[in-house]
């Protein structure tokens, strides 16, 4: 049977990096809220079937592309993760949570699963990446029995793959994968003490530092969808027979 796969790379939007008040100045980084669809096309699919997604953060759309199976592009739109997560004027602090709510809809006109990947990383004061901060310290408050699948497998501290375990019916939206974000507060308390005369004066380790997280979603439609994950992701899924819901092997 012959398929089709469309991928769309999301370019990169702002991060809110790590500041101020605990490291000294403050640093931009970067984040991507990336979209990728795949439409898998079975000689017994409907036509003029379209599929398509939207990632929400706390409740408002942050990226979406819907694609139609007559090859065209609808409804695409892009935006900025964590752009409002600070009050105005407010400095990013280590060791504070942070309300952070990432979840998914389904903005196309067929029922989907869907698959998010988070990867969280680090930047030096050069904007180079850096592997001597663990990702561990980028801490994501993931909501267990919100319907998420956590495939262990595929995730690394840096790299958190998720699973939506319930078919979405076009316009719905699954439950909120996290609900917070917070940055360890050991990345402040790295500090060495210089004395120039009678002024101490304080170096912090990781001033300049910044965090990024990236978001990559995925949509299979729900038709043949074992056949259809395990072409597009590669994974081995079970899905019932009704195709409202899928559990890893």
Known sequence: MRKKRRSFPKKSALLLGVSA???IGSSIGSTRAAL??????YAAQVDMSSI?????????AVSSRDYTEDGAWT?????????????????????????EEISVQNSGNIDTF????????????GGAKDTTLSPDLIELGL????????????????????YYSRALAPGESTEALCDSIRIDESIAQD??????????RYIYKYDGYSFALDAEVDAVQT????DAIKSAWGVDVTVSDDETTLSLQ
């Open 143 to 162: 909501n267990e029995g919100s319907g998420w699948i956590q495939a262990d497998v595929e995730s690394s501290p840096e790299r958190v793959v998720l």
């Open 21 to 23: 008040i605990l490291l």
């Open 191 to 200: 500090v060495e003490e210089v004395r120039e005369g009678n002024t101490i």
């Open 223 to 226: 038709h043949n969808a074992e």
């Open 75 to 99: 409804g695409e739109s892009e935006g900025v993760l964590l752009e409002n997560l600070l009050g105005e004027g407010e400095k990013f602090t280590p060791g504070k949570t942070y309300d």
């Open 114 to 125: 869907v698959r998010v990947i988070l990867t969280k990383s680090w930047k030096d004061d």
């Open 52 to 60: 398509g997604v939207t990632l929400l953060e706390n409740g408002e």
């Open 36 to 41: 990728t669809y795949y439409s898998e096309d």
